[in-house]
């Protein structure tokens, strides 16, 4: 379904963030939440979306639980700090898997979204993901939702010029979301 113009209806019923790089800034294999740092204008984005009634989620892979790199409770810590800094989020799923495990939630596939769109009572066509690399736009997709890239100096050239909509930061992201621009996939006339 493309959408051409933005009505009320447009506007997603839900809203679901990376976690590292996007909501805070990345900490690889982070399993101390004394280092979790709220991304630029994470907060501001935020407020915009709880003003709105919107509810908010945090999908997020964590392999260094599968690479001993970091336990389940580590990454648990850290979400609670997370939660503690710019929450509370009304769904969190992980996804503690190697990329080499397969498993049906790690994005790029569709499962973490899938999960937290029905906990939240929402149907997937009606959620937009906002990440910062391809992973979480492809993830969007394949569980037929909307998606924003905010990219990072990790996010691949290749990244942004396959994402349906591209913003330069968070707070850009959620006026756009909230603009009722990107359920459905890419827009036409839209500009990056």
């Not at 996007?22 to 740092?37: E, F, H, M």
């Not at 850009?172 to 979301?177: F, I, S």
């Amino acid at each position: 379904m493309l959408l051409t113009c933005a009505t009320t209806r447009d506007v997603p019923e839900a809203v679901l963030f990376d976690r590292d790089g996007t909501l805070v800034v990345d900490v690889p294999y982070n399993g101390d939440p004394a280092q979790v740092r709220p991304a630029a204008v994470a907060t501001a984005a935020l407020q915009l979306l709880r003003a709105a009634g919107t509810p908010l989620g945090v999908v997020t892979n964590q392999s260094g639980i599968a690479r001993g790199l970091i336990t389940a409770e580590q990454a648990d810590a850290v979400n609670r700090r997370v939660d503690a800094l710019l929450g509370p989020f009304d769904v969190w799923r992980v996804c503690p898997h190697a990329p080499e495990e397969g498993c049906a939630c790690r994005k790029p596939r569709p499962g973490m979204v899938l999960a937290a769109a029905q906990e939240l009572g929402v149907a997937p066509e009606r959620v937009v993901v906002i990440g910062d690399i391809g992973a979480d736009v492809e993830a969007a997709a394949a569980a037929g939702a909307g998606s924003v890239l905010v990219p990072t100096p990790v996010t691949r050239p290749e990244e942004v010029a396959a994402a349906p909509v591209v913003r330069p930061d968070l707070v850009a992201a959620v006026r756009h979301v909230l603009g009722g621009h990107v359920l459905g996939g890419r827009v036409p006339g839209v500009a990056r």
